[in-house]
């Protein structure tokens, strides 16, 4: 989908994009190079945001990282404790590991091996709820869990990460 395209469906379907979080050129970028795309529901009569994600906890010596909040370009902040320490939208044909991989790689500055990974035994979980990064339009995750066991954790205490313009406020929290 070209960049014009888009944000004619946007206006089409009746979305402002003027207190969105990130910019249309943000979610454009994803639609080309993550697995996400932009669809409409027409039992919603909505816009959604579809994509795949990799949530990745990371543990080490009994403790856990976790995402605290996000802070965005404009300043707003979405504070939540997350039960993941980072998040990832895979790429298109990008299997689980290697986003995986990736994630860590980019966000954390972690080199890892496959087999240092372990899958949770879960079902695939379809999250469905309002954005609030791109207001106006709903979004879905097929969010699949992964987890890394080190034996020491690579920093102490919290780290800020940076993705995209955005800053992730991760903290090493006590398993007792």
């Known amino acids: 989908m070209q960049y014009a395209d888009m944000l004619m469906l946007l206006r089409g379907r009746g979305v402002d994009t003027k207190n969105w979080l990130k910019t249309p050129r943000q979610l454009h970028k994803e639609i080309e190079e993550r697995d996400v795309v932009l669809a409409y529901d027409k039992k919603k009569r909505r816009l959604v945001r579809v994509a795949m994600s990799v949530k990745i906890l990371i543990k080490a010596e009994g403790y856990q990282l976790h995402e605290l909040k996000r802070e965005y370009q404009d300043g707003s902040v979405i504070e939540k404790l997350r039960p993941w320490s980072i998040s ?89």
Do not use: F
């Open 88 to 176: 990832e939208t895979r790429k298109r044909h990008e299997s689980v590991p290697d986003a995986a991989i990736r994630g860590l790689s980019e966000e954390c500055k972690l080199v890892i091996r496959p087999d240092q990974l372990a899958y949770v035994l879960l079902p695939d979980e379809i999250d469905t709820h309002e954005s609030s990064v791109y207001k106006g339009i709903v979004s879905s995750v097929c969010i699949q869990h992964v987890r890394l066991n080190l034996p020491c954790m690579p920093w102490k205490g919290a780290r800020v990460i940076e993705d995209d313009g955005v800053k992730i406020y991760t903290r090493w929290l006590d398993l007792k």
